[in-house]
């Protein structure tokens, strides 16, 4: 309704004076007027309210009504702060925090240019900024909750910011928006970035460390996610870590389906490259903790704790080492206290044939995880238990990741560790132990 609106009035605005005003007067009061009071009616502060609120500024501007623009303009910054934290990270998803912005928000400072700089004087430029950064080498948003796979910043949103904040948001190529072509010199328009540089930043609003090397083609980024306290539109996935380095999405995620059957599979904790304790969803009793954060030299650390529901906490900590021939080695260790039975999940982008493990599987006893999903699950296999460490191959040539695991249980008194330590493409035979 707010998206009709707005192109009705804006249609009518650039016509209007070309129709008669007895017309004019049945098209107000009889349409557009009826229209903008079913639009209204939303008054919900949500991230399907873009619409609505820049309805209610262009009905202020229309009318020079002081009331609609307040009422628009407070709506604007309740938007973008009930989707950004203050250092610009989103509080949703990356999806999610662009919809009303997408969604028509970004008319209003354009409305409004002139009588006040919302440019300037709000969260959009942080948000802007956030967009640009927070991606994956290819230019496309992580898979971070509900995030759609190969998802990013659209075009008139990339206008947007960079005419108006200069914030350059890399992504896919394309033809210059209605915005551009009102508003920006198409002869110097600059062609907009296909890939990403690294970032080395935590966003504490978000909770979220992103580390890597390099960029372009040859570029790793690792996210690794903690927990803020919001809910919205995320998964059970405590402490979940990513990792893309040469154009691979190494440990892949399945990210947002919409309302797909599926979807309970999806956001649930096994589905996670993380821990699932006692096979449940893991959910946060509080905010995550940064213990450590260090991205000097050849190599990255990030260490992060997190307190679940069930009051079993979770410990990860990251190291990132960039060989010399630019491929990465992470060391990743958990250690997990409460609970009976830890899986720790990786699955890794290779084929299935192209799988490898140093010892033989059975089919587990015991189903697993099907209450986290509306259909049926494969069979599950296990190795048993085991005292000595395992080796597991994915793929091959350069797409291969070698990984040895070991776990260790100790007293519950002291803590349930398990420490993974992942090897990627090229490690020379010394490097081995």
Request: charged letters at 25%; hydrophobic letters at 35%; aromatic letters at 10%.
């Amino acid at each position: 309704m707010g998206h009709a609106f707005l192109t009705a009035f804006q249609a009518y605005d650039l016509t209007k004076s070309a129709i008669d005003p007895g017309v004019r007067r049945d098209i107000e009061q009889r349409f557009l007027l009826e229209l903008y009071l079913d639009t209204r009616a939303y008054d919900y502060i949500t991230n399907k309210a873009g619409n609505i609120r820049a309805a209610r500024v262009a009905f202020g501007q229309f009318y020079d009504n002081d009331q609609e623009r307040r009422d628009g303009i407070k709506g604007f910054h309740a938007i973008l702060k009930g989707q950004f934290h203050e250092d610009g990270s989103t509080k949703e998803t990356p999806l999610y925090g662009h919809k009303p912005i997408g969604e028509n928000l970004w008319r209003i400072p354009a409305m409004l240019r002139g009588k006040t700089d919302l440019y300037e004087n709000s969260l959009l430029p942080a948000a802007f900024d956030t967009f640009s950064r927070v991606q994956t080498p290819w230019a496309r948003s992580p898979t971070l909750d509900d995030t759609f796979v190969g998802g990013g910043i659209p075009g008139e949103t990339y206008d947007v910011a960079l005419e108006r904040c200069g914030v350059d948001i890399p992504g896919v190529q394309s033809p210059p928006s209605e915005f551009a072509l009102y508003n920006s010199d198409l002869s110097e328009r600059k062609r907009r970035p296909s890939s990403s540089k690294a970032l080395n930043h935590y966003f504490e609003g978000r909770q979220l460390a992103c580390v890597g090397f390099s960029s372009g083609a040859a570029a790793t980024q690792a996210f690794l996610l903690g927990e803020d306290g919001c809910r919205g539109h995320r998964h059970a996935a405590p402490l979940n870590l990513q990792l893309y380095t040469h154009g691979w999405e190494v440990f892949p995620d399945l990210g947002y389906i919409c309302d797909h059957p599926g979807n309970q599979w999806v956001k649930a904790t096994p589905s996670h490259q993380t821990v699932t304790i006692d096979g449940q969803n893991g959910y946060w009793e509080e905010p995550s903790e940064l213990l450590a954060f260090e991205t000097d030299g050849t190599s990255r650390f990030v260490d992060k704790s997190v307190l679940l529901r069930d009051g079993s906490r979770m410990r990860r900590a990251i190291t990132l080492i960039r060989k010399p021939d630019g491929w990465p080695i992470l060391v990743d260790l958990l250690e997990v206290t409460g609970g009976k039975l830890h899986d720790y999940a990786f699955r890794v982008d290779a084929p299935r044939t192209a799988f490898s493990l140093d010892r033989k599987m059975k089919p587990r006893g015991s189903k697993l995880y099907q209450d986290h999903s509306f259909y049926p699950l494969e069979s599950f296999r296990t190795a048993g238990k085991t005292d000595s460490p395992v080796a597991v191959t994915w793929g091959s040539k350069e797409r291969r990741v070698q990984a040895t695991t070991n776990s260790l249980t100790l007293p519950a008194a002291v803590s349930c560790r398990l420490c993974t330590f992942h090897r990627l493409p090229g490690l020379l035979p010394d490097q081995e132990n």
